[in-house]
């Protein structure tokens, strides 16, 4: 087990790039340098990871470690994945409970406000063009983003993932896919991650415990990677934090190595100021668990479960209805927030050109906008 946590703790520390990066990075070392899994096994789990709510490469790393040495492998997998990031994200969060009033930490919020704003339109276009390439679902994608300008808020959210799911279950379905295999699920965990899921919005929970609620209720629903995070947390925790304390969290886990779940570290500090250390852990924690809990409960039934047509159709709405979420948004909050002039539309378009045509590394950019946001 501590063999396993060595070598994603060390893969922590350098994984840059967002989920795909990771992904490269865990195929290289796991399957191709140490040989811990078969390509065909890696591409499979890979598979469950994508279709479901969560962090991809946090779920494929727990799944790894799952797989070499149980479940104390898969939790030492992600502390070690995560833990660096982890660190970093909750150093930014102490940093700016003593200096958020500061001349120039005002203005390096200014820049990563609007580098989030480039970041969230590159991953709209990126995400359109991988999940609506058909008619119906570039209209689910439009449809859920018009819902949610006009009703913002969880709720909305939560009603557009449903319908969407139920159109892509009724009008993208595979003919002829289906299979007569049993599903053989792991109905503990399955149970566990419903039952936090149905019954902590109906308690009356306070201070830690709510932190823990509705970072859990986000994570069961972020499907499309980490940049969707961003809209549902904003959702979820907009009368308790500041749109501008949102962006810049979003727009620093960019710059961190490994997960960009890791925002809720940030988000949690802030949130429990008088223990920002716990904050974190609990939000940390939260976010992370509902996906850690759909891979155990599905991973030795997934063939089955993703071979039946109405799910494979569900997943398809899905990922549109995600495309939708994130393009409204881009609208609110990030582009509300950070364009504040003619300025800074140019320079967000100039950025989103150096990142999308001329592939512009991140950590290129982020010191960049840090800088013009003294300018600004």
């Known amino acids: 087990m501590l063999h396993v946590f060595w070598q994603f703790f060390k893969l922590g520390w350098i994984s840059f790039g967002g989920p795909a990066a990771h992904i ?86 200014t820049g990563l406000k609007l580098f989030a704003l480039v970041v969230v339109a590159d991953a709209v276009l990126t995400m359109a063009g991988q999940f609506c390439r058909q008619r119906l679902t570039l209209t689910i994608a439009v449809l859920s983003a018009a819902l949610l300008w006009l009703l913002p808020g969880l709720i909305g959210q939560f009603v557009v993932l449903l319908a969407a799911a139920l159109a892509g279950a009724l009008l993208l379905k595979k003919e002829g896919a289906g299979t007569s295999q049993s599903l053989g699920l792991n109905w503990p965990f399955l149970l566990l991650f419903l039952g936090l899921l149905l019954v902590m919005p109906l308690l009356a929970l306070s201070g830690t415990a709510a932190i823990f609620a509705d970072f859990y209720q986000a994570g069961s629903l972020v499907f499309g990677g980490g940049h969707v995070v961003l809209p549902l947390l904003q959702g979820t925790l907009a009368g308790d934090l500041s749109q501008e304390v949102f962006l810049t969290g979003y727009a620093a886990a960019q710059a961190m190595p490994g997960p960009m779940f890791t925002l809720a570290s940030f988000l949690g500090a802030e949130l429990l100021p008088a223990m920002p250390v716990l904050g974190a852990l609990v939000a940390t924690f939260g976010i992370f668990l509902p996906g850690f809990l759909l891979v155990l409960a599905l991973q030795h039934s997934w063939q089955a479960l993703a071979s039946r047509p109405v799910m494979a159709g569900a997943v398809q709405g899905i990922n549109a209805a995600v495309v939708g979420l994130l393009l409204a948004a881009l609208y609110q909050p990030v582009f509300v927030s950070s364009v504040t002039g003619a300025p800074a539309l140019a320079a967000a378009a100039l950025g989103l050109l150096a990142l999308r045509t001329f592939k512009c590394p991140l950590l290129v950019l982020i010191p960049a906008f840090m800088l013009l946001g003294f300018w600004l």
Do not use: N
Request: aromatic share 14%; charged share 5%.
């Open 24 to 109: 490269g990075y865990f195929q290289r070392h796991f399957v191709q340098k140490l040989g811990w899994l078969p390509q065909e096994r890696f591409a499979s789990t890979l598979a469950l990871c994508q279709f479901l709510p969560g962090p991809a490469s946090s779920q494929l790393g727990f799944a790894i470690g799952y797989q070499r040495a149980g479940l104390g492998g898969a939790l030492a997998a992600f502390v070690g994945f995560t833990l660096p990031s982890f660190l970093l994200m909750l150093g930014l969060g102490l940093a700016g409970q003593h200096y958020a009033s500061h001349p120039a930490a005002l203005a390096l919020v």
